[in-house]
């Protein structure tokens, strides 16, 4: 269940600008109005599990986050994906606190739902809600118990159902989107697959990754030439070759590293750049940030909620990282395993202020 879905992508976006016509402020208006939805999500999530203190830091560290507001306003895809997330991980955190069989349920179906939508704009991290909905699964069985193994086990029936349904509905909407024997016009055009850099290459191995590496690459360097005659200068490691699965096991935690955090002073050349410099001042909070998550994980690790919200960011880094080519698209997609580190990050400052108190 893990196909393309650029051609639901499209369709969005152009609903979206012929229902604002002339009015173009308005589907940004839209996105931005998606992103403060996400704090909202987030903050009922962390306040759930957290507490109410954690779900309002969360709500505010999410609302000021440059880049979550930046990309959310302005990229079509960042908004509605970076909400269906917060939808399905925060599905799942109330169906774990969920003492009534009723609201369990509604909880599990909204997040089998949204991880159907989700995959339509970010069809790779079906496969990583599934690991993550089995993380809060397996912390809930080392607890034992009946009550625990059937929410475990409801757990994960709800992060397949939602790759399930994404399944049934792609099939029933291929006939819309890309037109039908009858000669019915199509909603939308799919691109020739043959004019996609990498179309043509399987990166199923080290050797087909590496490959498939370089010629996307190669078609991002040309696609900015050709677009604004400019050269990419920020790529991932460019020179990177692997030979064996160990080559790709080294080359990960650097890579993950660079996917979350770079650019950072001192370990980038800035240039005198002022994009660059707000970006490795932004980037060194986050940093910050995300020790404090770590450390908010491990105070709260008894917790099934906080292991569903690690085991998405453990999951989802290395493999974005893996097939990241420059820090412009880092920047964007970045946002996704961060924002589910959020309310880690705010429950260790809550406790910690309440602490010093």
Known sequence: FLGPGTEAYSLWVAALYKAALPALIVPKLVNALLGALCAVVWSAAAAVLFGRRAGLLTALLSAAWPSHVFFTAQNFKEAPGLLLLALVLASWVFALRARAPAPRAAALLCGAVATALSAFLRPHLSAFYLLAAAAGGAALLARRGRAAAKTAAALLVAAAAGGLLYRGARTSLTPLLHGTETGVPAVVRPVDSTQRPGSEVRPDSPRGISEYRQVRMHGSRVWSRETSHREIETEF??????????????????????????????????????????????????????????????????????????AFVVCVTPAAALFEFDLGSASRHRLQPLSAAVPLAAVWAVRRLKRAR
């Open 237 to 310: 490691f460019p020179e990177a070759r692997f030979e064996s699965w160990w080559d790709i096991a080294a080359f990960l935690p650097k890579a993950s590293f660079y996917e979350l955090f770079m650019p950072l002073p001192g370990l980038y050349p800035l240039a005198a750049k002022p994009g660059r410099i707000l970006a490795a001042g932004e980037n060194l909070a986050v940093l910050l940030a995300f020790l404090a998550a770590a450390a908010g994980f491990w105070r709260e690790r008894r917790r099934p909620g906080a292991w569903v919200l690690a």
